[in-house]
């Protein structure tokens, strides 16, 4: 009995990391469909890695 429920238990959560990558992934492809009907999304992610990426690079030259 106690080798079934630990089989089932690894079946919930193979499944539920299933989902929640199947989840992540329409997330993600919603995001691209949307960046390519509005551009305003996409200049306001391009922006935001820009400012991220002067961010880390002002970090990294501080540390140093």
């Known amino acids: 009995m106690k080798t079934t429920l630990v089989k089932v238990i690894k079946v919930i959560g193979a499944l539920f990391v299933f989902v929640g990558i199947l989840a992540g992934c329409l997330a993600a492809l919603l995001l691209v469909i949307a960046m390519v ?13 820009w400012i991220f990426s002067r961010l880390q690079s002002k970090k990294g030259s501080r540390s140093n």
């Open 37 to 49: 009907r509005f551009p305003p999304f996409l200049i306001a992610a391009l922006l935001s890695c």
